[in-house]
T-cell receptor, first 111, second 112 residues
Framework: ELKVEQNPLFLSMQEGKNYTIYCNYS?????LYWYRQDPGKSLESLFV?????AVKQEGRLMASLDTKARLSTLHITAAVHDLSATYFC???????????FGKGTRLHILP | DTAVSQTPKYLVTQMGNDKSIKCEQN?????MYWYKQDSKKFLKIMFS???????INETVPNRFSPKSPDKAHLNLHINSLELGDSAVYFC???????????FGQGTRLTVV
């Protein structure tokens, strides 16, 4: 069964710093998603990564996918307070209909 | 125009009651889902429907019954509510199975 593990689960960091959130998954998949959730809100799609080596960037966030290592990273550059949220990675199983979510990384950026 | 809309947004009810949550999407997507998010923010898939047909039925109590009258709607009916059912329930849709999912705003269910 597909397992999706994120780390860290909690992250408190200063504005201006860089950091990386990791997402490992246990079985073959070629589709990985990153979502953002603000407290009390819905999930907002950030990135869709569809192939090995895919890299996408939006503002201070950059996501990458290594399907051989079964690893995706979400890199935050020069963090700002507005990026405080919970970030989820989600993986779709091949030939199946499930999208399995990681436990989320609660990111708190101190001003 | 809200792409995926759920009603109600908040639902407080007593144990033993039966309640329904409605979901509609206007994106023309073929697949719809129900997810449960617990107090620790863990998201778990409950059901997946593709073109009104049940595709995924995870291990949820049979007190939970989804109903899809057409591919734009997926409602969730819960019988005999229990305290442990308290959570936020999210509806989502995607163009086809396993593609990017768009989420509704969530329904916060509190069972007292």
């Amino acid at each position: 069964e597909l397992k999706v593990e994120q780390n860290p689960l909690f992250l408190s960091m200063q504005e201006g710093k860089n950091y990386t959130i990791y997402c490992n998954y246990s079985t073959t998949s070629d589709r990985l998603y990153w979502y953002r959730q603000d407290p009390g809100k819905s999930l907002e799609s950030l990135f869709v990564l569809l192939s090995n080596g895919a890299v996408k960037q939006e503002g201070r966030l950059m996501a990458s996918l290594d399907t051989k290592a079964r690893l995706s990273t979400l890199h935050i550059t020069a963090a700002v307070h507005d990026l405080s949220a919970t970030y989820f990675c989600a993986v779709a199983m091949n030939r199946d209909d499930k999208i399995i979510f990681g436990k989320g990384t609660r990111l708190h950026i101190l001003p | 125009d809200t792409a995926v809309s759920q009603t109600p947004k908040y639902l407080v009810t007593q144990m033993g009651n039966d309640k329904s949550i409605k979901c509609e999407q206007n994106l023309g997507h073929d697949t719809m889902y129900w997810y449960k998010q617990d107090s620790k923010k863990f998201l778990k898939i409950m059901f997946s429907y593709n073109n009104k047909e049940l595709i995924i039925n995870e291990t949820v109590p049979n007190r939970f019954s989804p109903k899809s009258p057409d591919k734009a709607h997926l409602n969730l009916h819960i019988n005999s509510l229990e305290l442990g059912d308290s959570a936020v329930y999210f509806c989502a849709s995607s163009r086809i199975e396993n593609t990017e999912a768009f989420f509704g705003q969530g329904t916060r269910l509190t069972v007292v």
